[in-house]
């Protein structure tokens, strides 16, 4: 029996327990979304939403897909115009917004682009673009998109913070998470991609990002080793009080 089919009845022997409700469906990469999914169900939280930085694909490896199902509604920002149009498509109740999230004051910047194979590469950061080259993942096209803050767009398309922040931008998410304005914007779950894949052998978690997320107030809930999930101890504690 081929490796193949052996998923393809795995997956249907799958489908019974999960119509009965034994079973969870993820369309993270490691179940993120399913550990965000229970500890809002747990400490029963209303009117989720979600704000999903470099979302790319709709479903498969989208850490917002499953709360998109459940009737919650977001905002997805996806670079790449194509990606942005099939995004559309999928999730018509979500807002779909065609820029970059900015690193500093500029309105523009290069976009590094990848085979269609490889959009999850796409990225703003010229060194982790040509670490991909140099891996064997050849620079498809360069374009020049335009940027906006990430504190301007939840000021436009949020009531207050998002439930979650959900943040995989390649090599531009540290940046990007020191200049979300914490004071003002609060979400209750942050969850974002720490292991550095550019380091040769064992894969390393990129401590800085850890350092940054506990000096804003919050501490880890989870770690898939790949993503790990922050979630804000003043946030917390206002839905234990209530």
């Not at 999230?101 to 673009?129: P, Q, R």
Request: charged residues 25%; hydrophobic residues 40%.
């Amino acid at each position: 029996m081929s490796p193949k089919l052996k998923r393809i009845i795995r997956k249907l022997k799958s489908f019974g327990p999960v119509m009965k409700g034994i079973g969870n469906v993820t369309f993270s990469q490691f179940g993120e979304d399913i550990i965000m999914l229970r500890m809002l169900e747990r400490y029963k939280v209303a009117n989720v939403t979600y704000l999903d930085i470099g979302a790319n694909e709709p479903i498969s490896s989208s850490n917002t897909y499953n709360f998109y199902l459940r009737g919650y509604k977001g905002v997805l920002i996806e670079p790449n115009a194509d990606l942005c149009a099939w995004l559309k498509s999928a999730r018509p109740n979500d807002t779909v917004l065609n820029f970059g999230i900015g690193s500093g004051n500029e309105k523009d910047a290069d976009y590094y682009m990848f085979g269609s194979k490889h959009t999850a590469l796409n990225t703003f950061s010229k060194d982790d673009a040509l670490n991909s080259e140099r891996e064997g993942m050849p620079i498809k096209q360069v374009v020049k998109l335009p940027l906006k803050d990430v504190n301007e767009v939840i000021a436009e398309h949020f009531a207050g913070a998002p439930t979650v922040i959900s943040l995989d931008v390649e090599g531009l998410d540290e940046i990007i998470l020191d200049r979300l304005d914490f004071e003002k914007y609060q979400p209750l779950l942050v969850c974002v991609e720490t292991v550095n894949f550019k380091v040769k052998g064992e894969l390393n978690k990129r401590k800085s990002i850890l350092d940054l997320m506990l000096s804003k107030g919050y501490f880890i809930y989870a770690d898939t080793h790949v993503n790990t999930i922050f979630c804000s101890r003043k946030a917390l504690n206002k839905l234990i009080d209530n």
